[in-house]
C-alpha cells in the first residue's frame, strides 16, 4: 500500500485566496483525520471523519475552513479565504483501529 | 490544554545513550501511544501500551505506562544518530478512533 497521499506537499499562495488541500487515506480505513501543525500551537485535530460521515468538527478554526469527504478514498481540506496565520503544515491521516497512519503533509505558506 | 504533555521538551545526547522521555495525561484512558516524527515528515505510529499493561518493549523501545500517576515514558536504549527526531505521546479520547497529541519531546543524538 502506498500510505497515506497528500497533495499538493506544497502551496504558496496569496491572503484571501481560496486553498484546497487533498488527502486519499489507506484503503480500507474507516476514519479519517485532518490536522495542523506550527512551532506555537503543536498538533491540532481539526476534524475527523467515520465512515465519511464528520464526527467532529469542533477543531476547525471557523467559518473559512471547511472538510468534505465524499467516498471512502478522498477527503479535502478547504480554506477561503486564506489568512497569513493559517500558514502550518497540514497532515491527514487514517486508521482502521486505533493506530493512525499519517500522510507526508502539505506545507502551506499564505503571504 | 493538551491531554499529553511531554517532558522534557528537547533532550540532546551522545550516540550510544539512553533516552527517556515521559509523558502525563488527564482523563482516564483506554490506550497510550507513542510517535515519532522526522524533519519535515509525518508522525509514524512506535508502539501502543493498553491501560492494562504496565510495560511494553519493541526492538530498542521500552514504554512503561502508570495509571494510578497518570504518566508514561518512552525509552530509547543505545541511542544513534537516526533517532533523532520528535517524539509524541498520544492518548485516546471516549469515543472513535480520535487521539490526543502532546507537544513532544525534541531529541537530538550527537553521533
Known amino acids: 500500500d502506498a500510505g497515506v497521499i497528500q497533495s499538493p506537499r506544497h502551496e504558496v499562495t496569496e491572503m484571501g485566496q481560496e486553498v484546497t488541500l487533498r488527502c486519499k487515506p489507506i484503503s480500507g480505513h474507516d476514519y479519517l483525520f485532518w490536522y495542523r501543525q506550527t512551532m506555537m500551537r503543536g498538533l491540532e485535530l481539526l476534524i475527523y471523519f467515520n465512515n465519511n460521515v464528520p464526527i467532529d468538527d469542533s477543531g476547525m478554526p471557523e467559518d473559512r475552513f471547511s472538510a468534505k469527504m465524499p467516498n471512502a478514498s478522498f477527503s479535502t481540506l478547504k480554506i477561503q479565504p486564506s489568512e497569513p496565520r493559517d500558514s502550518a503544515v497540514y497532515f491527514c491521516a487514517s486508521s482502521l483501529r486505533q493506530t493512525q497512519y499519517f500522510g507526508p503533509g502539505t506545507r502551506l505558506l499564505v503571504l | 490544554s493538551q491531554q499529553g504533555e511531554e517532558d522534557p521538551q528537547a533532550l540532546s545526547i551522545q550516540e550510544g545513550e539512553n533516552a527517556t522521555m515521559n509523558c502525563s495525561y488527564k482523563?482516564?484512558?483506554?490506550?497510550l501511544q507513542w510517535y515519532r516524527q522526522n524533519s519535515g515528515r509525518g508522525l509514524v505510529h512506535l508502539i501502543l501500551i493498553r491501560s492494562n499493561e504496565r510495560e511494553k518493549h519493541s526492538g530498542r523501545l521500552r514504554v512503561t505506562l502508570d495509571t494510578s500517576k497518570k504518566s508514561s515514558s518512552l525509552l530509547i536504549t543505545a541511542s544513534r544518530a537516526a533517532d533523532t527526531a520528535s517524539y509524541f505521546c498520544?492518548?485516546?479520547?471516549?469515543?472513535?478512533?480520535?487521539?490526543?497529541f502532546g507537544g513532544g519531546t525534541r531529541l537530538m543524538v550527537k553521533p
Open positions: 498520544a492518548t485516546d479520547e471516549n469515543a472513535g478512533n480520535m487521539l490526543t
Open positions: 482523563t482516564s484512558i483506554n490506550n
